[in-house]
């Protein structure tokens, strides 16, 4: 873990992605097979665990005998549990290095360890032994989040470089099967193409690039349309009766949604379908916040399902009996689709002319779904990729101007700026607030707002970290739905709230009214009675 | 002794006298040259000799106007309304100095800006017993630990090499007075030539006159800038690394706080440990935290028993 750390903080150091690829495969060349697949485990966040906060923040008092209002200061300061633990940690620690093996040891400790006090026991002992680089890595891979800029493809092209293998071929290797360290031995062995793919592991989606409006396609057939639809996005996998659900998030969602599990038990599999989960009763789909109650549950009651039936609606197939299929046209893909003859499947409608995608993007809004994704002619399944043959036709709701009422602290770089903005429209004279964003403004941006919001603080709570301000500073906000929320005092929720930016020309009493939010609901809501 | 805090400073109203205040006051001691310290037209200035010439270099006395300089340097003493006034070195920038104040039986310390280890351009710190100890605490937290001065050498002299060799330019964030001229005189004692801006280079006379040595002016080589304008260098990011060299780079935020690349974890200001070694050696029956950290470093402090508060300055 020390020598992990050493190059991890030079991945740190510099802002080139050329230059932390390199870093990287220097540190992964050097290692044995056993320390490789160990490293290659850690950074690819396969050795994240459930540890909570409150674990390891009595693990640190027990082991730096510091008191938690100081610890939690501290904390605020940093924004990063392993450095701050790290920095508590090394004026008390013997500072002995941690091997890799000795870091996997302790992970399958504590992910068998029942008793929270025996976890915070084994912390502690960890905390007060090894060296502060270890411990900061360690606990960054325990919480799953490194903040050193290391991006999952970063760590493939390293890897590639380490062992002189292909980047095309460490990628797919690493899509088919999502095991890093085996990755990593059959690279350096050779034997990448004998990887397979792992049933039951998510493997990357297809994204889409949002669709210029303002220049015509090329050649309208040569793209297929498809409503895009407003739910969970989600992939399907079956096997031997098994099914389970995976979001983009690669979070296995499976248990929340019993209905669609029971939909294709029967399925012959392997099976992978890619499609979208949506909360749908009487042929329209419901709105989104519908389906959120949804995915909270881990058990779901009948009531529940009554209330708000769910379906999953396939769009892609990319196993079809336990053969991959991502790599064939889309033609040929979508004729394997429909004939497995699903009850739910995406229409899909070849494009004539330019004009038919207004037709189609109104027809798709009436029918109470978000837009269109324009799918090319010919093209494969490119998993992982945003590339330009999905195409998405979203037209965001007009945009708002907000007042800022509330701000937090941010995490990781953003820990020492007010970057999380709570934000309200106008009620005669009461600000109501309707929406919370996090990102839109520029660092520059954000340090500013900072000097100014802390300026005009009227009140602070949740231990300091949320602060009331003045209602001065306007915000042009975008989002792409409302709802009806009892989480905001003007009674509304927005989807995707992001900042547009900031509007110096405006002052509070010329933002948005909540009148003007009645409206714009009744406007866009005839497709979906709440 | 009665300390008096307000918005307009540290005032001993026993004695007549301000401490770095920051209206313009009769009489007033001037711990150290930074402007936060050391600004207005006080009747009366005390300051190191140091102290006093750069304080006039950033401040000059308008056409007409009549300013007394009391100098008193290091372990020199004066007389001022019944109480002895001593001046002690301070670790910090150059002519830093603390003030002791002997009243009445009581000795108290104000320590102005303030570490415990040695500078790279400057004199150590003098420890000074005392009853009442004035203290800041800019990094009154235990997650700030830095670096030696002689390790933050090697750490700035290594960057600059390493950013040369690759092809790269060096670039450093230091402030106009301190930071600036101890990263430069680094540069220099490793022959590595650098660019200065002209707000850190117009105070290096000052530097020559103690003996340090500064790098030749030059095309080439490392830049050294005041923070904030390493954004406006006409470099692609790829042919330019930044180094933060401060007390706030302990902390990886300060990378993206302060668009730098590499963090050089060194400060003219204490860490955590250097205060609670300061406090220990002055072994003071009260304290007075005055900046940064105030209260929840006083808490800390009246943890391990002293008498500690935060004093609203």
């Known amino acids: 873990m020390d020598s992990l750390a050493l190059a991890a903080e030079r991945v740190a150091a510099t802002s080139s992605r050329n230059e932390k690829v390199a870093h990287l495969a220097a540190y992964l060349r050097a290692l044995s097979n056993d320390d490789l697949a160990l490293a290659a485990r850690f950074l690819s966040g396969l050795g994240k665990l459930s540890v909570g906060h409150a674990t390891m923040r009595a693990a640190l008092e027990a082991a730096t005998k510091w008191d938690r209002e100081t610890i939690s200061l501290c904390y605020r300061e940093v924004g990063d549990s392993g450095e701050t633990i ?184 392997p099976l992978i379908l890619d499609g979208e989960v949506l909360a749908f009763r009487d042929g329209r789909p419901l709105p989104f916040h519908l389906l959120q109650q949804r995915i909270a549950r881990k058990k779901v009651s009948q009531k529940t399902r009554n209330e708000i039936p769910v379906l999953f609606l396939a769009y892609d197939i990319l196993m079809h009996q336990g053969e991959l299929v991502f790599d064939k046209p889309i033609e040929h893909r979508r004729a394997i689709l429909e004939s497995l003859r699903l009850s739910n499947l995406s229409q899909q409608t070849q494009l004539q002319s330019h004009a038919q995608i207004e037709e189609l993007f109104q027809a798709a809004r009436a029918r109470g779904n978000e837009g269109l994704v324009l799918k090319r002619r010919g093209s494969l399944y490119e998993s992982g990729k945003r590339g330009a043959n999905w195409l998405k036709v979203k037209r965001p709701f007009a945009t708002l101007d907000v007042v800022i009422t509330a701000a937090e602290h941010g995490h990781g770089h953003r820990a020492g700026v007010l970057s999380d903005v709570t934000f309200a429209v106008r009620d005669g004279d009461r600000f109501l607030n309707i929406g919370k964003a996090y990102s839109g403004l520029t660092d520059a941006e954000i340090k500013e707002l900072t000097k100014l919001l802390r300026a005009s603080t009227i009140e602070r709570y949740a231990g300091g970290r949320v602060q009331i301000v003045r209602p001065e500073i306007v915000l042009e906000v975008a989002f792409d739905g409302l709802q009806r929320s009892p989480r905001h005092k003007s009674g509304y929720a927005l989807r995707f709230p992001r900042i547009v930016r900031w509007r110096r020309d405006k002052g509070p009493a010329d933002i948005d009214t909540l009148s003007h939010i009645h409206s714009l609901f009744h406007t866009f809501s005839t497709a979906t009675p709440a | 002794m009665q300390v008096e805090y307000s918005p307009d400073g540290i005032y001993l109203p026993a004695i007549g006298l301000w401490l770095d205040p920051r209206a313009t006051v009769p009489a007033a001691w001037l711990s150290h040259a930074h402007s936060d310290h050391a600004r207005g037209l006080h009747q009366t200035v005390i300051a190191s000799a140091i102290t006093a010439q750069l304080y006039r270099h950033r401040w000059p006395l308008p056409a007409g106007r009549q300013q007394q300089t009391l100098l008193l340097n290091p372990n020199q003493s004066i007389e001022w309304n019944g109480a002895t006034l001593t001046a002690r070195q301070a670790s910090h920038i150059l002519g830093a100095a603390q003030l002791l104040v002997e009243h009445q039986g009581e000795r108290l310390v104000y320590t102005g800006d303030i570490k415990r280890r040695a500078p790279i351009c400057g004199w150590p710190t003098e420890p000074t017993p005392c009853d009442h100890l004035i203290i800041e605490s800019t990094f009154g937290l235990p997650i700030y630990q830095f670096l030696e001065a002689g390790i933050a050498q090697t750490r700035i002299a290594n960057f600059a090499l390493e950013c040369l060799a690759a092809g790269q330019t060096p670039v450093f964030q230091g402030y106009g007075l301190g930071r600036g001229q101890e990263i430069a005189h680094t540069l220099a004692l490793h022959q590595i030539p650098c660019q200065i801006h002209h707000s850190i280079a117009a105070l290096i006379p000052y530097f020559e006159a103690e003996g340090y040595t500064f790098p030749v002016h030059s095309g080439g080589g490392a830049i050294l800038v005041t923070p904030g304008l390493e954004e406006k260098i006409p470099l692609p990011p790829t042919k330019r690394k930044v180094a933060l060299v401060s007390g706030w780079a302990a902390l990886d935020n300060a990378r993206a706080r302060a668009n730098a690349d590499v963090l050089i974890p060194y400060s003219d200001h204490a860490d955590f440990s250097e205060l609670l070694q300061l406090i220990a050696e002055s072994a003071p029956s009260q304290i007075d935290i005055v900046h940064g950290y105030a209260a929840p470093f006083a808490r800390i402090l009246r943890d391990r028993g002293y008498n500690a508060r935060q004093a609203a300055a």
């Open chain 1, 86 to 269: 790290a920095h508590l940690c090394r004026p008390i620690t013997k500072g002995e290095p941690m091997p890799l093996t000795l870091a996997a040891t302790y992970f399958e400790t504590l992910q068998h360890t029942r008793l929270t006090q025996s976890k915070v026991d084994l912390l502690t002992r960890i905390f007060q032994t090894h060296s502060a680089p270890a411990l900061k890595f360690f606990v960054k891979s325990i919480t799953g989040n490194f903040r050193i800029g290391l991006q999952e493809k970063m760590l493939e092209d390293a890897l590639a470089l380490a062992t002189g293998q292909p980047s095309a071929a460490v990628r797919a290797a690493n899509n088919r099967c999502g095991d890093l360290a085996a990755v990593a031995l059959s690279a350096r062995s050779g034997e990448l193409e004998k990887i397979e793919v792992t049933l039951f592991h998510p493997l990357d989606f297809m994204l889409a690039q949002p669709f210029d409006e303002s220049k015509e396609l090329d050649t309208p057939a040569n793209w297929y349309a498809e409503d895009k639809y407003d739910g969970i996005r989600s992939q399907l996998h079956v096997a031997n009766g098994t099914v389970k659900l995976f979001t983009r998030g690669l979070d296995d969602t499976t248990a929340a949604f019993p209905e669609i599990v029971l939909a294709f038990t029967g399925q012959p599999g």
